[in-house]
């Protein structure tokens, strides 16, 4: 793929990520806290995809965790501190979703305001980062 149809694709995973991001911060408005966790899970994951692909490479995986300790540049300043972040979002990813991810609860039961809060901080966080480093790509 060219440059300019790599920078292309992460463009439009830039934007799909967006507007997660704009979703979670509508589930969370509207009291649905756990759906909030899952899609601002998933606006960091794409964000972080996009970064891929502005490197020119194609991401695998859904674990952002992983997709930050493998990204082939060091872009993260505190890798530590970012390896943190995406395995917060991780634990978003399955249990938010169905009503067997946790015993005996269901995902509405399990997450709260702060979860969301935190949840979109962190996708919030890495949104700004991806834009910023495809921007400079």
């Not at 952002?64 to 990813?93: G, N, S």
Request: hydrophobic letters at 40%; aromatic letters at 12%; proline letters at 4%.
């Amino acid at each position: 793929m060219s440059q300019s149809k790599l920078h292309h694709e992460a463009e439009r995973w830039l934007q799909t990520a967006s507007e997660d991001l704009r979703a979670a911060q509508a589930l969370r408005a509207a009291g649905l806290y756990a759906h909030a966790c899952f899609i601002a899970q998933q606006c960091a994951e794409k964000a972080v995809k996009a970064m891929w692909y502005a490197t020119g490479q194609e991401p695998w995986g859904h674990s952002i965790q992983k997709l930050v300790m493998q990204f082939p540049k060091h872009v993260f300043a505190d890798l530590e501190i970012w390896t943190e972040r995406a395995a917060a979002l991780d634990k978003f990813y399955i249990p938010t979703r169905y009503p067997n991810g946790l015993p005996d609860l269901t995902p509405g039961e399990s997450y709260f305001l702060r979860d969301a809060d935190q949840a979109i901080e962190y996708a919030s966080l890495f949104l700004d980062m991806s834009r910023r480093y495809v921007a400079q790509t």
